[in-house]
């Protein structure tokens, strides 16, 4: 090859290399907001996200604050000061964000809220979720059916129930009470379902920060104060992590085989999977994070190509502020009947994490 080829050669490989960068340089930053990577499905959720954001080519950057709202406070304004593009926010406690996310909106920043509402606040384009509230019903209904209450009514026979709800500054666990609520009350109200701690109002059964440590603690009391001379019947509990406590507290008290209640939760984690194999907790809601994260990488996409995501609720979530466009992904209970076909036949994990 002559000179000149060569040179042509490698001014072509120069150009070519120099778009390259370019490309990589003009791509679109996203800021991702987690709460903690204390509970699994907060890490899937993230991982999840960031690699279906990166296959369309955007930068991704993620934190997690780990439940601590100062800290979360602190990434949000870091993220405005870079001048992300775009951002993504599950939030700790929505109500502290409130002022950082009037300053995104002011420097042109559109924000997706995932899994949890931003309330107050007219800054949020959308909001990608499961339907909370049909979480609630689907846990409720399942405790119906496999205990059979109206089998029970008509019997006048009775079953022991004490209840476990999330935390306080979590828009979605209200919505998730309301749905449990509204199916369990009449039950509770014509003496089916007997609560012997009295605790079934929201602000007696909610736990700050979905504490599994709390919920620990208050089963041990319930157990304790109400339940020396009978079984408890319906751990009603509204995340993995709380059945976890609840179950270190039944074996503290001398509870087994024979006499282990019917316990619920949410999220499906691999360790709520087991023990639903091990028959310690009885079912879990299934949340597919690969489909939530699909829906809120769509809504980024729209808001920076300037198009329309697919939305399928628009009246439900007002946030005080604003109703904001949103898109519910349907829960699903497992339990040992179905954890093989949804779980491990669907890919969400596989049978080696199980053992």
């Not at 995932?114 to 309330?119: F, G, K, Q």
């Not at 620990?216 to 319930?222: G, L, S």
């Not at 993995?240 to 039944?250: E, R, T």
């Not at 609720?313 to 497992?334: F, L, S």
Request: charged share 20%; glycine share 6%; proline share 2%.
């Amino acid at each position: 090859m002559n000179k000149k080829l060569v040179s042509a050669a490698v001014a072509a490989t120069m150009v070519l290399s120099l778009g390259a960068m370019a490309s990589a340089d003009d791509a679109k930053t996203v800021g991702i907001l987690m709460p903690t990577q204390s509970s699994e499905r907060w890490i899937n959720d993230g991982a999840n996200m960031k690699a279906q954001l990166e296959e369309k080519g955007y930068n991704v950057e993620l934190q997690y604050a780990e439940d601590d709202t100062a800290q979360q406070v602190s990434q949000l304004e870091n993220y405005i000061g870079k001048q992300v593009d775009c951002l993504v926010i599950a939030a700790i406690d929505s109500g502290v964000l409130v002022n950082a996310e009037a300053q995104a909106k002011e420097a042109g920043i559109p924000i997706i809220a995932y899994d949890r509402l931003l309330m107050d606040t007219d800054a949020v384009s959308y909001y990608a979720t499961f339907d909370n509230k049909g979480v609630g019903t689907v846990i409720a209904n399942y405790i119906k059916e496999h205990k059979d209450l109206d089998a029970a009514r008509e019997a006048g026979e009775s079953y022991t129930i004490e209840f476990f709800m999330g935390s306080p500054d979590d828009n979605n666990a209200l919505f998730l009470y309301n749905g449990i609520m509204e199916v369990l009350q009449e039950y509770l109200d014509d003496g089916t379902l007997v609560c012997k701690s009295g605790r079934t109002s929201f602000e007696d059964t909610c736990i700050l920060r979905w504490s599994q440590e709390t919920a620990q603690a208050n089963c041990e009391n319930i157990l304790t104060a109400n339940y020396a001379d009978e079984d408890l019947d319906i751990a009603c509990t509204a995340f993995d992590g709380f059945a976890y406590g609840v179950k270190a507290a039944l074996l503290g008290a001398g509870y087994s085989a024979d006499n282990w209640p019917l316990v619920t939760g949410q999220d499906a984690e691999v360790m709520a999977t087991k023990n639903i194999i091990d028959g310690t907790q009885t079912m879990s809601i299934y949340k597919d994070t690969r489909l939530l994260a699909s829906k809120a990488v769509t809504m980024v996409d729209a808001v920076l190509q300037g198009t329309e995501p697919e939305i399928n609720d628009t009246e439900q979530y007002d946030n005080g502020a604003i109703v904001v466009p949103t898109y519910m992904c349907t829960p699903v209970a497992v339990d040992q009947s179905n954890y093989q076909e949804v779980l491990i036949d669907g890919g969400y994990y596989t049978e080696d994490q199980l053992k």
